[in-house]
């Protein structure tokens, strides 16, 4: 994780503030003029970095580090006007015993959010194995057909074309060709697991419900928009194939003699 607590960082965070409170001493709010491109560029700096560092204190404050913004813009002021109450060595001492605590605080939040959903997918997986319609494979791949096919199936190595949406066990959806109103291509070996195994057993023209579980997915990893340990939930409809090139004879030859 990188710091978000340098001294430097630090000291324009509080600019912004300063600069908001030394206004409010002698104008309301109200009174504050942007009128001139000068005014305009003043506050947009104080604003933008004050918003920039709002989201830093109030994750600060949800990991259970009270945060007192009045000391923030003293600790400021008195840099501004060379009255340190602390030295610098000791500053960058509890700056960075900050940063470290605020890294151990999220990597304690991560693991339990990835237990959590390591809970909850396994208590989904064996719920859905149950219910009429589903099939399990031997690697754990679950899935159901909602429109069958008759076209032909496509290899690990075809590039496929296909619709899908992409939900979390609570129904959030992170991915959707159908959204974005554009199927999407891809050699069908080049993503995860559960899909290079489900889409392999559906003939063109068909639509399956896949149950992926994490270990076929993405894993312990966060992604972002999918947590660490989701079981992932996709509605596929495969459009068309691309079968893969065949090896020219010199190809082969060479790739025998090696």
């Not at 001294?7 to 206004?23: D, R």
């Not at 003029?33 to 947009?44: F, I, N, P, R, W």
């Not at 960058?92 to 990597?107: A, F, G, H, I, Y």
């Not at 993405?218 to 660490?228: Q, V």
């Amino acid at each position: 994780m990188k710091s978000i607590y340098k001294i430097s960082l630090v000291a324009l965070a509080v600019f912004g503030l300063t600069a908001c409170n030394q206004e409010q001493k002698t104008t309301t709010a109200a009174e504050v003029k942007l009128e001139t491109e000068a005014q305009k560029q003043a506050y947009s700096v104080g604003a933008s970095i004050g918003k920039y560092m709002s989201g830093h204190i109030k994750e600060q404050e949800e990991l259970g580090l009270p945060v007192d913004r009045s000391l923030i813009i003293t600790g400021f002021s008195n840099g501004l006007n060379d009255e340190l109450k602390l030295t610098e060595e000791e500053m960058q001492t509890v700056l960075q015993s900050l940063d470290e605590t605020l890294n151990e605080k999220r990597q304690a939040q991560a693991q339990a959010l990835a237990d959590k959903a390591l809970a909850e997918s396994k208590a989904f997986l064996e719920a859905n194995k149950a219910k009429e319609g589903v099939v399990t494979t031997e690697s754990g791949l679950q899935y159901e057909v909602l429109t069958p096919g008759t076209g032909e199936k496509p290899a690990a190595e075809d590039t496929v074309e296909v619709h899908y949406v992409g939900t979390l066990t609570d129904g959030t959806e992170f991915d959707s060709s159908v959204a974005r109103g554009e199927p999407a291509k891809f050699p069908l070996n080049r993503v995860i697991p559960g899909w290079t195994e489900g889409v392999q057993l559906m003939p063109v023209g068909a639509k399956y419900k896949f149950v992926i579980p994490a270990e076929l997915a993405y894993g312990n990893r966060d992604t972002g928009s999918i947590p660490a340990n989701s079981t992932l939930i996709f509605e596929v409809e495969l459009l068309s194939i691309e079968k893969a090139a065949a090896p020219t004879a010199e190809a082969a030859t060479d790739g025998h003699a090696h």
